[in-house]
């Protein structure tokens, strides 16, 4: 499922939605469906945000003529008010019509990922479908990540991240879902809403809502706390600092804290070529990516023949 809605709380670049912005001479979200159509673990591609101008986009560029020739099918549903809405009833749609399972699940991408490729989406399904969990977030390790930093080949994108016991890491973008088997699904739209976490304001919401509503899982809070310390203390050049605090903080602590805040088997995989990790949500990241993306793409690629 991919998301390219622009209502609520998505994020505009250059004066309008990102999921049809130019790159390349196609718009960002075509790049992520073609990423998808060339995925053998892939098998639909249900596309939801503003129908009339999917259809064009998709038309325009031969989508279409791609996922017959894979047969892989494009389903596009029309964009709802909210992240969650959008994700809950295009997962409907996906629904056989009869004998539901509840393990029924489904990959769900966005549309700003435009350095994505099938590789790496073809590494996170199969670790991701080998995972005892309903719900398996991708992570992007700063190794991965450090491809893509400013250096003397060219600009770079320098992204925040997660300090951890075990490292530091980017959620990547991916997700592996058994939507009918998370109790509290509700709550991904309040991390989305709040989901720029260098922001203070929205660390605090964040954190308040966990308060008010689940008062029998207070101890989230603490690992949370350090863990955006760790980041605030490694942002700021207190590297030592930072790597005490997150000493303190382990990445299985997260993830049974997540599973639950969500009532649901929560875990992360790793993946390695830190494409999906590079969400476009500002106006310099995009003057980067259309000057590195043929070559960052073509990097990835070498990198995934080699492993």
Same mark, same amino acid.
């Given at each position: 499922?991919?998301?390219?809605?622009?209502?609520?709380?998505?994020?505009?670049?250059?004066?309008?939605?990102?999921?049809?912005?130019?790159?390349?001479?196609?718009?960002?979200?075509?790049?992520?469906?073609?990423?998808?159509?060339?995925?053998?673990?892939?098998?639909?591609?249900?596309?939801?945000? &503003?129908? /009339? @101008?999917?259809?064009? #986009?998709?038309?325009?560029?031969?989508? =279409?003529? $791609?996922?017959?020739?894979? %047969?892989?099918?494009?389903?596009?549903?029309?964009?709802?008010?909210?992240?969650?809405?959008?994700?809950?009833?295009?997962?409907?749609?996906?629904?056989?019509?009869?004998?539901?399972?509840?393990?029924?699940?489904?990959?769900?991408?966005?549309?700003?990922?435009?350095?994505?490729?099938?590789?790496?989406?073809? &590494?996170? /399904? @199969?670790?991701?479908? #080998?995972?005892?969990?309903?719900?398996? =977030?991708? $992570?992007?390790?700063?190794? %991965?990540?450090?491809?893509?930093?400013?250096?003397?080949?060219?600009?770079?994108?320098?992204?925040?991240?997660?300090?951890?016991?075990?490292?530091?890491?980017?959620?990547?973008?991916?997700?592996?879902?058994?939507?009918?088997?998370?109790?509290?699904?509700?709550?991904?739209?309040?991390?989305?809403?709040?989901?720029?976490?260098?922001?203070?304001?929205?660390?605090?919401?964040?954190?308040?809502?966990?308060?008010?509503?689940?008062?029998?899982?207070?101890?989230?809070?603490?690992?949370?706390?350090?863990?955006?310390?760790?980041?605030?203390?490694?942002?700021?050049?207190?590297?030592?600092?930072?790597?005490?605090?997150?000493?303190?903080?382990?990445?299985?602590?997260?993830?049974?804290?997540?599973?639950?805040?969500?009532?649901?088997?929560?875990?992360?995989?790793?993946?390695?070529?830190?494409?999906?990790?590079?969400?476009?949500?500002?106006?310099?990241?995009?003057?980067?990516?259309?000057?590195?993306?043929?070559?960052?793409?073509?990097?990835?690629?070498?990198?995934?023949?080699?492993?």
């Amino acid at each position: 499922m991919l998301v390219a809605g622009d209502r609520g709380h998505s994020r505009a670049i250059r004066g309008q939605s990102k999921t049809f912005v130019q790159l390349a001479g196609k718009p960002m979200v075509v790049h992520v469906i073609e990423a998808l159509l060339h995925t053998p673990e892939v098998s639909e591609v249900y596309v939801v945000g &503003d129908p /009339i @101008r999917l259809e064009k #986009a998709i038309t325009e560029h031969g989508c =279409l003529l $791609l996922a017959a020739a894979r %047969a892989c099918p494009i389903h596009i549903v029309p964009q709802l008010s909210s992240l969650y809405e959008n994700v809950w009833h295009s997962f409907l749609r996906t629904l056989p019509t009869a004998g539901v399972p509840d393990d029924h699940a489904i990959l769900v991408v966005p549309a700003d990922i435009p350095l994505v490729i099938p590789e790496e989406i073809s &590494d996170f /399904i @199969r670790k991701a479908g #080998a995972a005892e969990a309903d719900y398996v =977030l991708g $992570l992007s390790p700063d190794s %991965a990540l450090a491809l893509y930093a400013p250096g003397e080949d060219g600009p770079g994108i320098r992204m925040a991240l997660f300090n951890l016991a075990e490292g530091r890491f980017r959620p990547n973008n991916l997700h592996f879902v058994r939507p009918l088997r998370l109790g509290n699904r509700h709550y991904i739209q309040d991390v989305y809403e709040n989901r720029y976490q260098k922001e203070f304001g929205n660390m605090l919401r964040l954190a308040w809502q966990m308060l008010v509503r689940e008062f029998r899982n207070l101890w989230v809070i603490f690992p949370y706390l350090l863990m955006h310390l760790a980041s605030a203390l490694d942002r700021r050049g207190h590297g030592r600092a930072s790597a005490w605090v997150r000493s303190r903080v382990s990445l299985q602590t997260v993830e049974r804290g997540i599973g639950a805040l969500l009532r649901t088997r929560f875990c992360t995989v790793t993946t390695y070529l830190g494409g999906a990790a590079l969400d476009i949500d500002k106006d310099d990241d995009l003057l980067v990516v259309e000057k590195m993306l043929a070559r960052w793409k073509e990097m990835q690629v070498r990198i995934a023949r080699a492993a």
